[in-house]
């Protein structure tokens, strides 16, 4: 090794999985990015995402300076320039409009980026709107809604045991191309793989032939949106076949499991076959292989989470691995036990204030907030619809919503009419062109990395924290310095205001908060104590409040209360992270309901039956519906500005079964128009037998010819934006989540 050349260990922050990779360093820049061999948990596995760090950090088109509209164009400016524009911006619509005018919304990325997962909740407070959106309601909300009232928080997410079981029943997901969600386990397809060499079966319900139901021992194309209709006909067998037992680990724990047989019987398998589109032999015979597995689980994701019923689907997945003793058990769905803490390792355990959602209720459309925030569904009309709270001021960080979120063209109507708009955000894309300021964050490579997220999601207990890679420039403010810097304008304090001292206020806070937790060990010191040991380690920001999480968390030092436990220090001494081991049984200590039990049968739940049932009988078996796709190569809206990841073939077609387009009249390699309730886009058709008939798939994420970014590979190869076609009346009601699958289409030749 040349004394210019060094080897950094990181952890890849561009999907839940989570992959360490080894990053080579020569005279200054990327050499060479591959997996590390001896990450503990991903142990060499990368996907081609994962060398393109190099690229995304040399991108010529990703931010380093702030920008500002200026005559309806961006330019470079100073960060004092940007500073001093986001005050005047920002605070001269307070002033005239008050604070509820402010509007948030805040992207996936930020899921897997440390500065905002610690201080979003600063600046959100600072601008003091309840007007919050995110990509979680086009995404996972029905799953922590579901979850929330079955076990107490909206983070007790019961994560597949994959490495230890022997059936999946996978519903709606396709890890091959998206490498998981939910269910943080890099390469999981090779560990899909080696329960089938063991002996176990995967069975994919999915309308498309995914790569995963390719490499599966069964595919299921079920009609979109189904998948509730199917998974209560599955439990309705196991209660009527008598095939329930819950385990005796299980079942003191339990509540409400008397009442569901009765109010599951109405859907039986010769019920729903016909809207399922799935015979019923094969739903009773799924659910008898099922019941009689040792170590079984089932699993869903976005399929069966972006549909009207997500919320119902995302909790029957839970109760079927509970009648059949798979929930807390080893094979089954676990809890994980995430190093930094979290809801359900901090407070009283085994029982708690339980779970809610309409704290709050939308503007416009009254929908009720859930997780802390309005459906994005609801965003447009919230901007559009004037009156008291309209928004007027709107603050994006890390995310795409024209390109992600439903009803696209409404959107931008809406976003037009902004008075103001800062973005937060390493592009000038489809979204961030409307921002009149834009402030980067540093590049991925010039930051730290601890995912406090998908350690509470991940399938076995590991911790990995890892160092930026390289200095930023001086100038280049961390990402947790922007967020603060907001909050510090937003509260008057002036473009002038020093992130740092916001930092120390926040921090003072947090500990405070720890002191009372009498489940967080601190070794009997005193708050000053304890803030002097945190900044004798040299740490700020985001990494200073990790120390403190992960020495007050289950397995830290506890500022000496636990000999061997860890603290920042301690996981920079293993930049290939640390395995705490495979999931172990949590019930009922990680529990947070009032009841302390499992609620098998939440009320919201059951009082939403009735409109399942319905949905048997009301269905259209000639309408075309659009379902979408991901491909290894993607990354949502925006790592299409990557000339390797983009190359070849165009990847934006509409996929479709010959017989559909025979009686269409569309032809493979043509364009086709595509039009929704809301709107039509064009694409070439690509022929697929893989494919339910009379369902369509076109891949979201595209769509990027559109004027005034900056994005010179990605307009290249556009695509269409296939969320012009998604409709923003269509929701789950018990979640607000956006329906993103199952649209109704027409298909026509374009002549
Ligand atoms: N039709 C359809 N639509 C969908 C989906 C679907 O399946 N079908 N999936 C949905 C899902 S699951 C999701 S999660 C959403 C995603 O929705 P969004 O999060 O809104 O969109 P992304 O494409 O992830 O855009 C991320 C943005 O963050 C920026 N960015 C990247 N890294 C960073 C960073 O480190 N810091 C900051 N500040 N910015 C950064 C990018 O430039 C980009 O502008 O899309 C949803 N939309
Ligand atoms: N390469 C890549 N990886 C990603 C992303 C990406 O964009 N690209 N995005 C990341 C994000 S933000 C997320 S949330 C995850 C999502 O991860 P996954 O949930 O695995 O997402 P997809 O790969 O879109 O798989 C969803 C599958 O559901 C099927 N489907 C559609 N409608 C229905 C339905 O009604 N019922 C059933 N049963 N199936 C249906 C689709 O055909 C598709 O195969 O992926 C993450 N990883
Ligand atoms: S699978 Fe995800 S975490 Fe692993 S290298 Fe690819 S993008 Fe990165
Ligand atoms: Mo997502």
């Known amino acids: 090794m040349t004394p210019t050349e060094r080897t950094v260990f990181r952890t890849c922050p561009l999907c839940e999985a989570t992959c360490g990779l080894e990053i080579t360093v020569k005279d200054g820049a990327v050499a060479r990015i591959r997996g590390d061999r001896d990450d503990v948990f991903s142990k060499g596995f990368i996907c081609p995402k994962g060398s393109t760090l190099k690229q995304l ?14 005559d309806g164009k961006h330019v470079e400016v100073t960060w004092d320039e940007a500073w001093a524009e986001v005050e005047r911006g920002l605070m001269g619509v307070i002033e005239k409009h008050g604070r509820g005018a402010g509007g948030v919304y805040l992207g996936n990325p930020n899921a897997h980026n440390l500065s905002p997962l610690i201080y979003n909740r600063v600046w959100l407070q600072a601008l003091g709107t309840k007007q919050r959106f995110s990509a979680s309601s086009v995404d996972q909300v029905p799953k922590q809604v579901s979850s929330g009232y079955m076990f107490g928080t909206a983070a007790s997410v019961a994560i597949p045991d994959l490495d230890r079981t022997n059936y999946i029943l996978m519903l709606g997901a396709n ?44 595919w299921i194309a079920i009609r979109p949106g189904a998948d509730a209709l199917l998974l209560a006909a599955i439990a309705n067998t196991i209660f009527s076949e008598g095939l329930v037992n819950v385990g005796d680990h299980v079942r003191p724990h339990i509540a409400g499991l008397d009442v569901l047989p009765s109010a599951l019987a109405p859907f039986t398998a010769e019920a729903v076959t016909k809207a399922v589109g799935v015979d019923a032999e094969t739903i009773k015979r799924l659910a008898r292989e099922f019941a009689a597995a040792d170590k079984a689980l089932v699993y869903g994701r976005i399929g069966t989470c972006t549909v009207s019923f997500g919320t119902t689907a995302s909790w029957l997945v839970d109760v079927v691995n509970t009648i059949t003793g798979n929930l807390d058990r080893e094979g089954g769905v676990m809890f994980p036990t995430p190093a930094a803490g979290g ?42 619809t004037p009156g008291d709270g309209q928004i007027k001021v709107m603050i994006t960080a890390g995310g795409n919503p024209v390109l992600s979120t439903p009803n696209t063209l409404a959107l931008e109507d809406a976003m037009k009419s902004l008075e103001f708009m800062i973005s937060v955000d390493i592009y000038l894309n489809e979204t961030t062109r409307y921002a009149d300021v834009i402030l980067p964050p540093p590049s991925h490579l010039e930051r730290s990395h601890f995912d406090l997220v998908f350690t509470g999601f991940s399938i076995r207990n590991v911790a990995n924290y890892s ?27 002036g473009a002038g205001v020093d992130p740092a001292v916001v930092d120390d206020f ?30 004798a380690t040299g740490a700020r920001g985001a990494d200073r409040m990790l120390d403190l999480m992960l020495r007050t968390g289950p397995y830290g030092d506890g500022f000496g209360e636990n000999a061997n436990g860890i603290s920042l220090q301690h996981m920079k001494q293993h930049p290939h992270g640390i395995d705490f081991g495979p999931l172990e049984p949590r019930l009922p200590e990680m529990l947070r309901t009032v009841s302390g039990k499992v609620e098998l049968a939440p009320p919201a739940l059951l009082a939403d039956l009735p409109r399942l049932e319905q949905s048997m009988h009301e269905f259209d078996d000639e309408q075309l519906v659009l379902v979408g796709r991901r491909h290894l190569r ?35 390699g043509e364009q086709a128009r595509i039009t929704s309730r809301v709107g039509h886009v064009d694409a ?68």
């Not at 280049?476 to 937003?490: C, N, R, T, V």
């Not at 926040?506 to 900044?535: V, Y």
């Open 506 to 535: 926040t921090l003072d806070a947090f500990i405070g908060s720890i002191m009372k937790d009498s489940s967080s060990p601190t070794n009997g010191l005193t708050a000053e104590q304890i803030r002097e040991q945190l900044d």
């Open 343 to 384: 809801p359900t390792t901090r407070g009283a355990k085994g029982t708690g204030k339980g779970f809610q959602i309409g704290r709050g209720y939308s503007r416009v459309r009254k929908f009720p907030e859930a997780l802390g925030e309005y459906p994005v569904s609801v965003l447009a009309e919230e901007i559009a």
């Open 467 to 493: 160092e930026p890679v390289f200095e930023r420039d001086p100038s280049q403010p961390d990402e947790w310095e922007i967020f603060l810097k907001i909050a510090g304008i937003a509260q008057g304090m």
């Open 634 to 668: 993607s990354n949502n809206s925006w790592m299409h500005n990557i000339e390797v990841l983009v190359k070849g073939k165009p990847r934006c077609t509409l996929q479709m079964h010959p017989n559909d387009a025979a009686r269409v009249g569309v032809k493979e």
């Open 684 to 751: 070439v058709v690509e022929y697929t037998s893989d494919i339910r008939e009379r369902v369509v798939s076109l891949p979201h994420g595209w769509g990027h010819d559109m004027s005034g970014t900056q994005m010179n590979v990605a307009v290249k190869r556009a695509g269409v934006n296939s969320n012009v076609l998604t409709d923003h009346n269509e929701m789950d009601p018990l979640s607000g989540n956006s329906v993103m699958n199952g649209i109704p289409v027409t298909v026509s030749a374009l002549v």
């Open 175 to 218: 890890p091959y191309a998206s490498n998981g969600s939910l269910c943080t386990a890099p390469d999981f397809p090779g560990r899909l793989e080696a329960m089938r060499e063991r002996g176990g079966k995967l069975v994919v319900i999915d309308p498309r032939k995914s790569k995963t139901a390719e490499n599966a021992d069964e």
């Open 57 to 70: 950090h040399e991108d010529p088109d990703r931010l380093r300076k702030p920008m500002i509209k200026r």
